[in-house]
């Protein structure tokens, strides 16, 4: 799996940021961002929240899997060496060469768009 960036900013218990829900897998509940609050802070970026739902509250705790991974939703870029990178993003979403199209993936956290 190819390396995430790291935040912009290092997390902070209390800061507010997004948590991408997975959705179902099948496909009825698409991902979605849903508020969150950082409650613990671990190693390269990883988090621990406390998920804002329209049905609850959903905690996911650096103790369950070494927590949340940031994701910022940029493109993976893939080997510059690409042949077909003329394609990318043009009917395709993924490469092999490792490229990616810009989506927020499911299970990460990212910080809220403040434009």
Same mark, same amino acid.
């Given at each position: 799996?190819?390396?995430? !960036? /790291?935040? @912009? ?8 940021? *997004? +948590? $991408? ?8 509940? !698409? ?14 970026? #990883?988090?621990? $929240?406390? $998920? ?7 905690? *996911? ?8 991974? +940031? ?9 510059? #060496?690409?042949?077909?990178? /003329? ?5 395709? #979403? ?6 990616? @199209? ?7 956290? *990212?910080?809220?768009? *403040?434009?």
């Amino acid at each position: 799996m190819p390396e995430t !960036p /790291a935040p @912009e900013q290092p997390p902070a218990i209390g800061r507010a940021v *997004h +948590y $991408v829900a997975r959705g179902s897998a099948d496909g009825k509940f !698409p991902p979605a961002c849903r508020a969150a609050t950082i409650t613990e802070v671990g190693e390269a970026g #990883r988090v621990g $929240v406390m $998920v804002a739902n329209p049905t609850g509250l959903f905690f *996911h705790p650096l103790a369950d899997d070494g927590g949340l991974e +940031y994701h910022d939703g940029a493109e993976t870029p893939g080997d510059p #060496r690409c042949l077909n990178r /003329a394609h990318h993003g043009s009917p395709f #979403r993924y490469c092999a060469c490792g490229w990616i @199209e810009p989506s927020l993936r499911g299970g990460t956290w *990212h910080w809220p768009d *403040h434009t």
